[in-house]
């Protein structure tokens, strides 16, 4: 009964310490760095000023990704009925065939998307 509490509580403490010592690391060599004069514009150089916001990447991944399954779901049923392919064998790996190709689709305009703006 104990490690029921003991788990959650010790995930959730672990998580709290990697993320407590990720942003004081981060803070400290920053300050490091701005003592010694360092610019600041090497915080930001990462980031674009023209970027496609998140949601919309999300949102396109996602529907993508919906698409995809469901064009596997009527791609595994059109092979077990019709060309008499196995069930167990022809749904799944319809759905997983095309769920990836969906999502490879997806990172395609994605980067295309990035490309344009």
Do not use: C, Q
């Not at 509580?9 to 360092?38: C, P």
């Not at 065939?97 to 999502?103: P, Q, R, S």
């Amino acid at each position: 009964m104990a490690a029921a509490i003991l788990i959650p509580i010790s995930f959730f403490l672990v998580v709290f310490a990697i993320a407590y010592l990720h942003y004081s690391t981060r803070n400290k060599e920053r300050l490091a760095l701005i003592e010694k004069g360092a610019d600041a514009s090497i915080f930001v150089k990462g980031k674009r000023e023209k970027t496609t916001p998140v949601w919309k990447i999300l949102i396109l991944n996602v529907a993508l990704l919906l698409m995809g399954i469901g064009g596997g779901i009527m791609i595994g049923g059109f092979l077990g009925s019709n060309l008499n392919v196995d069930w167990e064998i022809a749904m799944p790996g319809s759905i997983f065939l095309m769920a990836g190709t969906a999502l490879l689709v997806g990172f395609f305009l994605t980067k295309k998307m990035d490309g344009e703006e």
